[in-house]
């Protein structure tokens, strides 16, 4: 189910930069915008709902990962969609290790990454803050 969503969400990438434009420039280009919303939301709740039915609630994995990346590589959800996948696994496989690793007790894999997404936010809301203001 996950790997059909993902091709989904991928299929759909170059339509959903051109809605990043807006509804009317993607209504000019023949999207239908409200559908591909509706259709990639739906998508992206399946992965979801799978991916924590399987793995436990993981935290702020989902929220810190696209804005990193987004950040090293720009906008292009062609490129994005994989590469948010992949630094995703990296991270949490990154966060587990270091969880099994300290000490004489195990840190659950969530606690480590809300360590890291509640000061990443912070980073994020400054620098927008800064470009705003």
Known sequence: MILAACFLCYYYAEDLNIVSLGDKEARSLGINASRLRTVLLAAGALITAVCVAIGGIIGFV?????????MLTGSDNKALIPLCGLTGGI???TA???GRSVGNIE???????????GPFFVYIFRMRNKTLG
Do not use: E, N, S, Y
Not at 62 to 70: A, C, S, T
């Open 62 to 70: 989902g929220l810190i990962v696209p804005h990193m990346v987004r």
């Open 91 to 93: 991270l949490l496989l």
């Open 96 to 98: 587990d290790t270091f």
């Open 107 to 117: 840190i659950p894999v969530g606690v480590l990454t809300t360590l890291l997404g």
